[in-house]
């Protein structure tokens, strides 16, 4: 299970383990917080520009997202 700090999500980079059409690499590019709490999350792929809320707790399966570039 990734370890993930929600104050750093912004702008961080994330490999999809099981790429869509092509879409491997992305980056955080909005994160809303309420109390502490992460309300929203923005995924961008870096080639398409594609975007999607994601639920940033579905990062910490490994089974489909690995942090970083690879």
Not at 17 to 25: F, R
Not at 45 to 54: E, H, N, S
Request: proline fraction near 3%.
């Amino acid at each position: 299970m990734n370890q993930i700090n929600p104050k750093k999500l912004l702008n961080s980079k994330w490999t999809a383990v099981n790429p869509v059409k092509k879409e491997k690499h992305f980056l955080i590019t909005e994160i809303e917080f309420e109390e502490h709490e992460v309300t929203h999350c923005l995924i961008e792929a870096v080639m398409t520009k594609r975007t999607q809320v994601l639920d940033w707790q579905e990062l910490k399966n490994q089974e489909h997202w690995l942090s970083g570039w690879k």
